[in-house]
């Protein structure tokens, strides 16, 4: 018989190769979640395959739709619908009250992504001393410049298949290829050139508003990043997170020091190699990352 090891329980027990995962903890008193039953509709019985891949059956049906749905990494399996041919290991992802309410779908109105990494392209951008151009300013003044900025530069991603994750003051967080799309680093990159050209645009209206002007940084790199679903409530969103977003962040914080507007990291220069007119800018240690890297300051398409 098959023995699967229950973490973290630390239980090992044996199971019959026509149970599923779950009916064997059953039996053995160990507390698998199933809120709908075993029927493949909740996600609460999922757990986590730490060893003994090759004892998992292939997704029926019923596992594969809900796996799809809540981009469940291979390592996830749903124990109502896995059985297990030899012995394994596993960890309940569902250990109490709240961890259900979190992973049940059956009153959800939209799936809530269990999380999965991707490779993105990744753009950050900022305005250049927005504090001190804002200072003298209404307050509605400050809100209207704003949005008007965000308007453009948010129309400008879309265009160009990406879209806005998260504003922070005046700072955005663009995101390209969560859709699998092709492209995602040239499509980052374009966007930041055409941001960079929207802002020129807005110098006269700024100019003759408000008797002065902002310029905006932007950081693009691309890199393995980790997209799901976080927050409590209404207020949940999906969004991305990892080492390669703060360091596209830095990487936009590094055009001060290199007095250029578009820098990209190495990874994102791989991806757009004679699609792009590029330079070195910058070698530079950057906060959060361990030895120097060097930056590319990019200053139009390659027409050709």
Known sequence: MPKITFLPDNKTVEAEVEQTILETAGEANVALAHACGGKARCSTCRVAVLGGYEALGERNDKEQALADKLHFEPSVRLSCQTKVTSDTTLRRLVLDEEDLQEANQLHRHDAASAGEEKDLAILFSDIRGFTTFSESLLPYDVIHVLNKYFRRVGHIIGLNGGHIDNYMGDGVLALFGVDG?????????????EMLEAVE?????????????????VGIHFGEAVVGTIGCGPSQRETVIGDSVNFASRIESANKEAGTMLLISADALAEVTGRVNAKPAITTTLKGKSGEHTLHEVTSLNPA
């Open 181 to 193: 799309a092709e492209d995602s680093t040239f499509r980052a990159v374009k966007s930041g050139l």
């Open 201 to 217: 645009d807005m110098k006269a209206y700024l100019s003759q508003s408000y008797g002065k002007t902002f310029e905006i940084g």
